[in-house]
């Protein structure tokens, strides 16, 4: 299991120089134009280095969603190719065992507990209830959901009902993450309960996580990489760093290195919105 | 209807969007006195309604063979009980295994027509034509092709029990939440797997409504199928035991052979809402009881 401190060194490693060593996948010039005539995004590039933290921002409409997607093999680009740098990842772009997606609706099974929701991904590849049952329970004590193992996702409330979300994510130890608003329905209080949570569990394990947000303040606290992308048709606008360290707690909530970023990705999103043709 | 909302649920759900630090607390459990005015209050207005029928009867006078009194139509039942205890068995027979087969190739085709737009074409039209024809207008064409009575009578209540099933479940397996697909498709699920695993159980609520409208419409087509096919002797259920009755002029059997019928309806849906709350009541919202 990867050390925090291996993950901070690969990430801040200058990518521009050495980018085939630490490039997790890379999006060449990525279309994708769905069947109703929609150009959903257009000429897209973008490198993602391993074990970055990356937000994708932007209004809705463009496209962000649809690149992770397409990034997760749920869905083939019209024309551009990814590549995935390291062997473990099948060039097909098919399913990947690396790779998980929270959604933005927790997506539990409801006849099911959240003891099985989580099991699902090892069960589907074959591995029994009790041979599954150290690990389900090891993922649900990182999410702090093991006493309710045996509730149901009716029995949960919203916050919780992600966590076991999270919990099915990282059963299947994945190299990369991804998230499509995954705390977008969320209240504040709990919406930042859970940004921490997930911000410690990043650098515990060295994830790759890409996250789609529409909001400023979640991407800049998260991220130290920002992708502002503009609509009609999805492209990348803007590509922000976000210098700060981790780990990142209440008090970068109220930092002027906060602000100050929150205010160069807000200029950033309102510029990629304002140029928008109308 | 009965079983449904009458055992409290031990775990009350936490409303949704509510905070972390929110706890599960049992609700309160239904008073004793509510209990029993649950069974109390209908069974009351039975006694009252057949007191008063007794009463009716008696002081007007009014002769058996029009309306008989209840204790007459006790009576009919003990007596006549050789005959229609036999001819229950005759209809619930039919009644059951019609269902039976219907539930078995109602869901069959169901997945069958699920794993491909092409054949849910080619088959649906055809199991919708059989649903709106009327039954008594297909059952002399059945008695031709049938070799008894018996298979005639069955074939009739499978055909109208069927449909409900077949196309509740359809509906069931098609209405399968997008995200959960696409999570099983990520996750490598074979065909199989998201068959097992994501369709069916995402059917069951589907399929469970069905059943139970099934149940009621297969004792219905067995009864009618029984009108329009005529048997007789040794076979004769109870739709049959009925008509002759009227025929007699036995206007109490005609009411025990009547009630007989109510009765088994009442249980066939008891029975199925007692399945429908057992397999769902841990997780369906249409058999937990909440608490606002």
Redesign the interface.
Known sequence: MPTPVVRTTVAEAPRTIVPQQQTLVSLRSISKTFSNGTLALKDMSLDIGRGEFLSLLGPSGCGKSTVL?II???GEPTSGTIEWTTAEHDAAGH???E???V?Q?P?L????TVFSNVW??L???GESKSSAREEVMEALRMVGLDAFAD??????????KMRVSIARALI?KPKLLLMDEPFA???E??RF?LNNDLLELWQTFGWTVIFVTHSVFESVYLSERIVVMAARPGRVFEDLKIDAPYPRGDSFRTSALYNENCRRTSDALHAAMGERPH | MSAIGHENFDRPALATGSTEEEVPLLPPRTSIGESVARIAIPVAMLVLLVVAWQIYVTVAEVPHYILPSPVRIGQAFVTDWPILGKALIITLQTTFLALGIALVSGVALAILMAQSRWIELALFPYAVILQVTPIVAIAPLILIYTSTTGQALLICAWLVAFFPILSNTAQGLHSTDHNLLNLFELYGASRWQTLIHLRLPNALPFFLAGLRIAGGLALIAAVVAEFAAGTAGENAGLAFRLIEAQHRLNIPRLFAALVLLSCTGVAIFGATSLVSYWLLRKWHESAVKREN
């Open positions: 997607r997760a093999g749920l399913a990947h065992p790779i998980a997606f959604f609706e997506t099974m409801p006849w099911a699902l991904p069960r589907l590849k509730a149901y996702p009716r029995e949960l409330s919203g916050g919780m299947t329905a969320l209240d209080i709990t309960k």
